[in-house]
């Protein structure tokens, strides 16, 4: 079974500009999420979708974070304008039931 | 709201030697509750998890019980192996379905 597909593997840019990320869930996973994790801290919730509508998005800083997910199965996390702060590594996980989340391995971004 | 507390690392130890690796929540339901390892270069995968009170999680060698009365789910293994080095993450989902918090990680270091 192919797992959660994340690209770019890593990613740097100046701050102030625009990157987008890409996640490729499992097959027939309803649940995706976006996690973003800080070194040194466990990963934090921006947004979670149930097929192409959003659940939960409390965390995500709407000013300058951006996520869809069209026809329920690929998602792009959008972040413009970067900045410092968000240097971080940001998962995509998705789970058919609810009962137990696979992850990808995380796109590396590092802003300078 | 609903969090997670586990022990600080880094916990280095030789191999066969013992691991206990603390875990403590704060949730107003029942949660379920789970250890995610993260191996060097690799994404996060569940180890084990359990969803209600006193039942046990194992996999691996590794075993946590989910204590209501103390509020934890310490991760422990009796001998541990250099392949074990890697990165604990204690995490709750406060029903099924939703996203998952997380502790901070603890990072193990086994030596030969």
């Known amino acids: 079974e192919a797992g959660v597909a994340q690209s770019p593997r890593y990613k740097i840019i100046e701050k102030r500009q625009s990157v987008a990320f890409w996640c490729n869930p499992i097959s027939g996973h309803a649940t995706l999420y976006w996690y973003q994790q800080i070194l040194g801290q466990g990963p934090k919730l921006l947004i979670q979708?149930?097929?192409?509508?959003?659940?939960?998005d409390s965390q995500l800083p709407k000013d300058r974070f951006s996520a869809e997910r069209l026809k329920g199965v690929d998602s792009t996390l959008k972040i413009q304008p970067a900045k410092l702060e968000d240097s971080a590594v940001y998962l995509c996980?998705?789970?058919?039931?609810?009962?137990?989340?696979?992850f990808g391995q995380g796109t590396r971004l590092t802003v300078v | 709201g609903d969090s997670v507390t586990q022990m600080e690392g880094p916990v280095t130890l030789s191999e066969e030697a013992f691991l206990t690796i603390n875990c403590t929540y704060t949730?107003?339901?029942?949660?379920?509750l789970f250890w995610y390892v993260q191996y060097p270069g690799e994404g996060l995968q569940l180890l084990l998890k359990a969803t209600k009170a006193d039942d046990k999680g194992s996999n691996k060698g590794f075993e946590a019980t989910y204590r209501k009365e103390t509020t934890s789910f310490h991760l422990e293994k009796g001998s541990v192996q250099v392949s074990d080095s890697a990165v604990y993450f204690c995490a709750l989902s406060d029903q099924a379905g939703t996203a998952l918090i997380f502790g901070k990680g603890t990072t193990l270091s086994v030596s030969s």
């Open positions: 979708f149930q097929n192409n509508g959003v659940v939960d």
């Open positions: 996980a998705s789970s058919l039931d609810g009962a137990r989340a696979f």
């Open positions: 949730a107003t339901g029942y949660p379920s």
